[in-house]
């Protein structure tokens, strides 16, 4: 069984910057899909970023393309979302998510649906 530790949620001012992190334990993320999902208050839960442990192109919606940055480290099994430029828009509680497997397509690693393991989530307020 994975467990997945969100940490790094916290408040910022519109225009400043957060690192979340992923921390793994139980297994190792093996070659699967790892990403970032995001609810906000009365709103469904929505794609943010995603990649694949081994390697390979990232994936991002494209309201935070350009301003948010996926990563992993695969020997401390810890991945990180940095976040710049943070907009109020961009509040909500942050989740990762790793996946049974990897994909090669881009529009299986944006469906929630194709993850096996969540963590607890990190809320990220941003004030305007």
């Known amino acids: 069984q994975l467990q997945l530790v969100e940490s790094g949620g916290g408040l910022v001012q519109s225009g400043g910057s957060l690192r979340l992190s992923c921390a793994a334990s139980?297994?190792?993320?093996?070659?699967?899909?790892m990403g970032w999902f995001r609810q906000a208050p009365g709103k469904e839960r929505e794609f943010v970023a995603a990649m694949s442990r081994s390697g390979g192109p990232t994936y991002y919606a494209e309201s935070v393309k350009g301003r948010f940055a996926i990563s992993r480290d695969g020997a401390k099994s810890t991945m990180y979302l940095q976040m710049n430029t943070l907009q109020p828009e961009d509040a909500a509680v942050y989740y990762c998510?790793?996946?049974?497997?990897?994909?090669?397509?881009?529009?299986?690693?944006?469906?929630?649906?194709?993850?096996?393991?969540w963590g607890q989530g990190t809320q990220v307020t941003v004030s305007s």
């Open positions: 998510a790793a996946g049974p497997r990897s994909y090669s397509s881009g529009s299986c690693y944006r469906d929630a649906g194709n993850y096996a393991y």
């Open positions: 139980g297994r190792t993320f093996g070659s699967s899909a």
